[in-house]
């Protein structure tokens, strides 16, 4: 079997915050409401170790609702690329590019199974700080309309930012490309 074609019907957790449980609401107010203040409380004391590119995207880029075009994936210079439409009627629309840089510990088969040719739109994202063995890396986790969990361990990364309109906000099958 192609395990490619094959969908596990219990993908792996990779959440700590936003689980699917919460996206779905199956937790009362009063749960979902602490869990949003535990994940505000952490990113409040992690906020000085960010960069500024993280600190934007925890603080003043609201990813929810983003749909992914295009995941970008360079092997040879460790770099990924998410691309995509996000924003509201509220906020207005852009394009936004995330390039995550030095990558490490990415599951390109899951990848492929689950954005491949695929609508994917941003549920949330949890950003994590990890000290591991005097080196410092960080983690950007997502939970997708699919119930997918997607991660990115990462050293650096920039964004890109473009003005768009809300005709370009619609759903597109996922591609990815590679170099």
Same mark, same amino acid.
């Given at each position: ?16 915050? &936003?689980? !699917? ?5 199956? $937790? ?6 602490? #869990?949003?203040?535990?994940?505000? !409380?952490?990113? +409040? ?6 960069? &500024?590119? $993280? ?15 295009? #995941? ?6 460790? +770099?990924?690329? $998410? ?5 509201? $009627? ?12 030095? #990558?490490?510990? *990415?599951?390109?088969?899951? /990848?492929?199974?689950? *954005? ?7 549920? !949330? ?6 000290? +591991?063995?005097?080196?410092? *890396? ?16 990462? !050293?650096?990364?920039?964004? /890109?930012?473009? +003005? ?10 996922? /591609?990815?490309?590679?170099?």
């Amino acid at each position: 079997m192609d395990k490619r074609k094959w969908v596990d019907p219990a993908p792996s957790r990779i959440m700590k915050y &936003f689980t !699917r449980e919460w996206c779905w609401s199956e $937790l009362s107010d009063k749960v979902i409401n602490n #869990i949003s203040k535990d994940y505000e !409380r952490y990113i +409040n004391s992690i906020y000085i170790a960010l960069p &500024f590119t $993280l600190k934007m995207i925890a603080k003043k880029i609201n990813l929810h609702d983003g749909i992914i075009s295009t #995941i970008s994936i360079s092997f040879s210079e460790e +770099n990924l690329v $998410l691309s995509g439409i996000f924003g509201d $009627l509220e906020v207005g629309y852009f394009k936004l590019e995330i390039c995550y840089e030095s #990558i490490f510990d *990415f599951d390109l088969d899951h /990848t492929i199974l689950f *954005f491949s040719e695929k609508e994917i739109e941003i549920l !949330r994202d949890e950003l994590e700080v990890v000290s +591991n063995f005097n080196s410092e *890396f960080f983690v950007h986790k997502f939970i997708f309309s699919n119930k997918s969990e997607f991660k990115i361990c990462f !050293r650096d990364c920039y964004l /890109t930012i473009e +003005n768009a309109t809300s005709k370009d906000y619609k759903k597109t099958p996922c /591609t990815i490309n590679f170099s």
